[in-house]
């Protein structure tokens, strides 16, 4: 067994093998629910999601002998500081929970 190749999503055929490897790799579960591919698409393409107006975006493919075995996304986004001077970040500087005095807005009062 070979080892693994990390290569950047660049075209288009790259982006279809990104959405749909999920599919794959589940192919077996029962209780896997595969997403639309559409709309899989049309959140991961600038032109249809604002997101990538305010953020920097980089998918890559993870294969190993020829095959796709993994997918990674990172994303940096802009706006994020200043949210988190507004008191609405989720994470503090070292990646955990919510920072003290933070409401979280998903939750009842």
């Not at 899989?40 to 032109?47: D, F, G, I, N, V």
Request: charged residues 30%; contains cysteine.
């Amino acid at each position: 067994m070979g080892g693994v190749t990390i290569l950047p999503v660049t075209t288009p055929a790259e982006l279809d093998r990104f959405i749909r490897l999920p599919m794959r790799l589940n192919a077996g579960d029962p209780n896997y629910i595969a997403p639309l591919v559409v709309e899989r698409r049309e959140a991961l393409t600038p032109k249809t999601n604002p997101f990538f107006a305010h953020a920097e975006v980089q998918l890559w493919l993870a294969v190993r002998d020829g095959r796709d075995v993994g997918r990674i996304s990172a994303q940096i986004d802009r706006l994020m500081p200043e949210r988190s001077r507004q008191g609405r970040a989720l994470r503090d500087d070292r990646g955990r929970g919510r920072p003290r005095g933070v409401r979280c807005p998903l939750r009842r009062r």
